[in-house]
Nanobody, 115 residues
Framework: QVQVVESGGGLVQAGGSLNISCSVSGRIISINDMRWYRQAPGKQRELVATITGGAITNYADSVKGRFTISRDAGWRMVSLQMNSLKPEDTAVYLC?????????WGQGNQVTVSS
């Protein structure tokens, strides 16, 4: 079975930094694209960052230059380094991983940025 577990969320002042991570465990044959989404109350879920199986990255315009998505060599963990945080970054951050040709979701990781 495959399990996706997120960690690293919390409360931070505007301008500060956080690193959140997403760890995949279980019987893994293949890991392909991994993504971070976020969802704030009253807003639609949005795609924040993607890293492909070939390590190609893509970011939402709102976070370019501030956030960095990365993975370890075995694709067991994906991290999102968030710098220069803004109050509008406040949301539940959700990890989505394509594992064994299926999509798996983490439970969500609250990030709150105060002004």
């Amino acid at each position: 079975q495959v399990q996706v577990v997120e960690s690293g969320g919390g409360l931070v002042q505007a301008g500060g930094s956080l690193n959140i991570s997403c760890s995949v465990s279980g019987r893994i044959i293949s890991i392909n694209d991994m993504r971070w989404y976020r969802q704030a109350p009253g807003k639609q879920r949005e795609l924040v960052a993607t890293i492909t199986g070939g390590a190609i990255t893509n970011y939402a315009d709102s976070v370019k230059g501030r956030f960095t998505i990365s993975r370890d060599a075995g694709w067991r963990m994906v991290s999102l380094q968030m710098n220069s945080l803004k109050p509008e970054d406040t949301a539940v951050y959700l990890c989505n991983a394509n594992v064994n040709w299926q999509n798996y979701w983490g439970q969500g990781n609250q990030v709150t940025v105060s002004s």
